[in-house]
């Protein structure tokens, strides 16, 4: 069965610091995989996703994510922290079959100024 | 493109009553996606459609929810005989239905069971 671990439920940085959020995937199969992120009382928004085709993937917002298999990854950064980056971000892989989406528990992100 | 909608934004009921819900997908999308989030958690499947076929459902979809698709537009999540574990947001998703693709998440609809 696939699934993600997302590791902190809470990460706070300060305005202009490095954003690592951290997401670990198992899948039998080679994954698709997905960043999103939500604001307060707000559906999600995808930042950017993994299909098979470059390793490094490009998102919005400046947000990036590398796949690396060897390590079973998908971490999310960005170099420097916006105050309006303070959400809830979700990695998730989805199921081959029907693309349904499994998610990881979520990572709190504050941004401090 | 409007996006993906759904009605009411937030519904509370006492336990034991029934509740609907609606989504609206964006138009052409051939997949429809439910699923439901609780407090401190990420989203979890319940079900989808592919047109109007309901194809699959989570061992979480109790026998008390029930979801349509009718002609393979907007559908309904009915939750019967509510209890207070059924409170959480319930998330709508649709995708165009080709391969591996975006997403699109309505802003959801809060349930509170009192």
């Known amino acids: 069965a696939q699934s993600v671990t997302q590791l902190g439920s809470h990460v706070s940085v300060s305005e202009g610091a490095l954003v690592l959020l951290r997401c670990n995937y198992s899948s039998s199969v080679p994954p698709y995989l997905f960043w999103y992120v939500q604001y307060p009382n707000q559906g999600l928004q995808l930042l950017l996703k993994?299909?098979?085709?470059?390793?490094l993937v490009k998102g919005i917002n400046g947000f990036e994510a590398e796949f690396k298999k060897s390590e079973t990854s998908f971490h999310l950064t960005k170099p420097s922290a916006h105050m309006s980056d303070a959400a809830e971000y979700f990695c998730a892989v989805s199921d081959r079959n029907t693309d349904k989406l499994i998610f990881g528990t979520g990572t709190r992100l504050q941004v401090f100024p | 493109d409007t996006g993906v909608s759904q009605d009411p934004r937030h519904k509370i009921t006492k336990r034991g009553q029934n509740v609907t819900f609606r989504c609206d997908p964006i138009?052409?999308?051939?997949?429809l996606y439910w699923y439901r989030q609780t407090l401190g958690q990420g989203p979890e499947f319940l079900t989808y459609f592919q047109n109007e076929a309901q194809l699959e459902k989570s061992r979480l979809l109790s026998d008390r929810f029930s979801a349509e698709r009718p002609k393979g537009s907007f559908s309904t999540l009915e939750i019967q005989r509510t209890e207070q574990g059924d409170s959480a947001m319930y998330l709508c998703a649709s995708s165009p239905g080709q391969g591996v693709e975006t997403q699109y998440f309505g802003p959801g609809t809060r349930l509170l069971v009192l």
């Open positions: 138009s052409e999308h051939n997949r």
């Open positions: 993994y299909t098979s085709a470059a390793t």
